[in-house]
């Protein structure tokens, strides 16, 4: 799985929903957000018996977990340090008072018996780290409600950053982003949405884009075969909530195994502890 190259980036930004979703959506209208409320220093604090690790070679707070490939490193390697980071800390009113909603990245950056990270490619085939937290105050300090410290989102273990923050229910926000990759010229985008629950934290994949124009499929001889599909994300309507969560509305267009689409509308309901289901018959991510 290879990390989108530039050519690609500027595909992606034409039919990218992202824009759309932050700053077109009643879902961020009229909600009162205080952004950094504290020392992101003093909230790596709380955060350090998820990340209890500081490499003094990289100068960063980390955490080793265990590792899907062996060997990334070294012929030994069978974990993989990631260096972390707060890239959003966003504070929220609730009807159960203020909620500070925080996301983590996390990059590789070294191996289990290494300190330092010799060559980029050998995180080629490792995903990033993510991590979602909702604190609630406890006196004059801060305590966990909801965690998920170690989660995966990126390619070529980098993280993903500027994460956007979304009001998903009446009084639940959640942190969403754009993860994609290419493989052998075929790419995929998709929405990554975390929202909490409970004690953890809920992951909802939406494929909101395929295009196979980097592959043979695409030639004058194929053409027919050729995928060029994506979804927008409607306008979120607050007005009503299913389950507890709004609806995502989306509407597709484009070409997908031989078929068209125009205006085609799909929408996603929340399932309680599994998150956004995918509705029959959606055609983005479906290889049959």
């Known amino acids: 799985m290879q990390h989108l190259n530039t050519s690609i980036f500027k595909r992606i930004a034409f039919v990218a929903t992202i824009s759309y979703i932050f700053y077109g959506s009643h879902a961020l209208a009229n909600t009162t957000q205080i952004n950094n409320p504290i020392l992101n220093k003093t909230l790596m604090g709380l955060l350090e018996s998820y990340y209890p690790f500081y490499n003094k070679?990289?100068?960063?707070?980390?955490?080793?977990?265990?590792s899907s490939f062996y060997g990334v490193f070294s012929a030994e390697d069978k974990k993989t340090g990631h260096c972390v980071e707060i890239d959003r800390q966003i504070m929220v009113e609730t009807n159960k008072g203020k909620r500070l909603y925080v996301l983590v990245t996390g990059d590789i950056k070294f191996g289990e018996h290494d300190e330092g990270l010799i060559d980029s490619n050998n995180a080629l085939s490792h995903q990033g780290l993510v991590g979602m937290f909702v604190l609630k105050p406890n006196g004059n300090n801060w305590k966990i409600e909801s965690a998920s410290p170690i989660m995966s989102a990126g390619a070529q273990g980098m993280g993903l950053?500027?994460?956007k923050l979304m009001r998903f229910a009446p009084n639940t926000w959640g942190f969403v982003n754009e993860d994609g990759y290419e493989y052998l010229g075929y790419v995929e985008t998709r929405l990554v949405i975390l929202t909490p629950s409970g004690q953890n934290i809920i992951k909802s994949l939406i494929n909101n884009s395929n295009f196979s124009a980097y592959t043979d499929l695409c030639s004058d001889e194929v053409k027919r075969v050729c995928d060029d599909i994506n979804a927008k994300l409607q306008r979120i309507d607050t007005s009503k909530?299913?389950?507890g969560f709004y609806p995502l509305s989306f509407t597709i267009n484009g070409r997908k195994n031989n078929k068209t689409y125009k205006n085609a509308n799909y929408t996603f309901y929340y399932k309680k502890g599994q998150g956004y289901q995918i509705p029959d018959n959606y055609p983005i991510g479906l290889e049959n």
């Open 241 to 243: 909530a299913v389950d």
């Open 161 to 163: 950053h500027d994460w």
């Open 57 to 66: 070679k990289l100068k960063c707070h980390s955490v080793v977990i265990d």
